[in-house]
């Protein structure tokens, strides 16, 4: 497994950007597909956002395609999502999450480890 940690959360105005950061441990990054997932208050955790372990294949929720961007540094073991035209709706804790084969996936119990968390609230 790998540990994760990640970061850029805070409060932003609709129509504003975020940028959220993921590091992880480890020296085999690029075996690990990585996921974006997040939750809302009383709502049950749904995914965002994942790529490939080689950075060449990208997956998106409908309601964030054409506004988030997933992308990686395997050199830096690092995974990002940039957030644009931010919605109130996408008030949420957003987590990062790591699987093992390198392959997509959209659902959560496909990923071996995940992080701790960040707020990411969008005013109105």
């Known amino acids: 497994q790998v540990q994760l940690v990640e970061s850029g959360g805070g409060l932003v105005q609709a129509g504003g950007s975020l940028r959220l950061s993921c590091a992880a441990s480890g020296r085999t990054f690029s075996w690990y597909a990585m996921g974006w997932f997040r939750q809302a208050p009383e709502k049950e955790r749904e995914f965002v956002a994942a790529i490939s372990g080689s950075g060449g294949s990208t997956s998106y929720a409908d309601s964030v395609k054409g506004r988030f961007t997933i992308s990686r540094d395997n050199a830096k073991n690092t995974v990002n999502l940039q957030m644009n035209s931010l919605k109130p709706e996408d008030t949420a804790v957003y987590y990062c999450?790591?699987?093992?084969?390198?392959?997509?996936?959209?659902?959560?119990?496909?990923?071996?480890?995940w992080g701790q968390g960040t707020q990411v609230t969008v005013s109105s």
């Open positions: 999450a790591a699987r093992r084969w390198g392959v997509v996936s959209t659902r959560d119990r496909d990923y071996d480890s």
